[in-house]
T-cell receptor
Framework: GEDVEQSLFLSVREGDSSVINCTYT??????LYWYKQEPGAGLQLLTY?????DMKQDQRLTVLLNKKDKHLSLRIADTQTGDSAIYFC????????????FGAGTRLAVHP | EAQVTQNPRYLITVTGKKLTVTCSQN?????MSWYRQDPGLGLRQIYY???????DKGDVPEGYKVSRKEKRNFPLILESPSPNQTSLYFC????????????????FGSGTQLSVL
C-alpha cells in the first residue's frame, strides 16, 4: 500500500540551511507536496512539485525529487525562528480521487 | 476570507456521550475530508466526500459517521466516543477531483482537540 516516511525531528541553528527528507512508495503519484503546520494551527500548503520535475525553487525553499529512489527533500535556506513548525510530506494517491497520503511529520526546531 | 471553520476548538467529553464536530467551508469546494492527527502517525483520513450526498470511508472510519447534506458543511459525528478517539481532528476541503495540484490543494481548518475520558 501507500506509505510516506519522514524523520520525526530536526534541529538547526538560525541562519543555517535545513533539509527535511521524505520517502514515498507510490511511483505513480502525480504531485508531491510539502505542508507546514505551525503550533495550534491547521496545515498550510508550502510548496509542491510535479512528478516529472527534478527540482523546484521558490525563494528560500528548494524541493528536490529523485523519482528513481522515491525520495523527496525540502531545503530551507537561511532558516529563521519563524520556520519552526512541523513539516509534512504528502503524495497524491493514484487511485483516482483527491486523497493525499501524509507522512508523520518532521518537527523542525530552530535555535539561536 | 477563504477559510475552513471547525467548531469547537477544544472538547472534553466522557465515554459514550454522542458528539458532533462541525466543519464549514466558504470556497464552494466539492471535496471535503476529515483527518485525525496522532503523534508519530501523521494525518490519517477518516472519511471524505466528493460532493453533496456522496461520502466514503477513509483509512480509519470505525467509530465515526459523517454527512454531506449541503456543499459547505461536513460534520463529523461520534455516536459513542471512546478514549482511543482522543486526538486532534482536522477538516479539509479542496476544489475538486484530480486535475492536478490546483484541484488537489487542501485547505485545512484550525483543528479540534478532543479528549474522551
Amino acid at each position: 500500500g501507500e506509505d510516506v516516511e519522514q524523520s520525526l525531528f530536526l534541529s538547526v541553528r538560525e541562519g543555517d540551511s535545513s533539509v527535511i527528507n521524505c520517502t514515498y512508495t507510490d511511483s505513480s503519484s502525480t504531485y508531491l507536496y510539502w505542508y507546514k503546520q505551525e503550533p495550534g494551527a491547521g496545515l498550510q500548503l508550502l510548496t509542491y512539485i510535479f512528478s516529472n520535475m527534478d527540482m523546484k525553487q521558490d525563494q528560500r525553499l528548494t524541493v528536490l525529487l529523485n523519482k528513481k529512489d522515491k525520495h523527496l527533500s525540502l531545503r530551507i535556506a537561511d532558516t529563521q525562528t519563524g520556520d519552526s513548525a512541523i513539516y509534512f510530506c504528502a503524495e497524491s494517491f493514484s487511485g483516482g480521487y483527491n486523497k493525499l497520503i501524509f507522512g508523520a511529520g518532521t518537527r523542525l526546531a530552530v535555535h539561536p | 476570507e477563504a477559510q475552513v471553520t471547525q467548531n469547537p476548538r477544544y472538547l472534553i467529553t466522557v465515554t459514550g456521550k454522542k458528539l458532533t464536530v462541525t466543519c464549514s467551508q466558504n470556497m464552494n469546494h466539492e471535496y471535503m475530508s476529515w483527518y485525525r492527527q496522532d503523534p508519530g502517525l501523521g494525518l490519517r483520513q477518516i472519511y471524505y466526500s466528493m460532493n453533496v450526498e456522496v461520502t466514503d470511508k477513509g483509512d480509519v472510519p470505525e467509530g465515526y459517521k459523517v454527512s454531506r447534506k449541503e456543499k459547505r458543511n461536513f460534520p463529523l459525528i461520534l455516536e459513542s466516543p471512546s478514549p482511543n478517539q482522543t486526538s486532534l481532528y482536522f477538516c479539509a476541503s479542496s476544489r475538486g477531483q484530480g486535475g492536478g495540484a490546483t484541484n488537489e490543494k487542501l485547505f485545512f481548518g484550525s483543528g479540534t482537540q478532543l479528549s474522551v475520558l
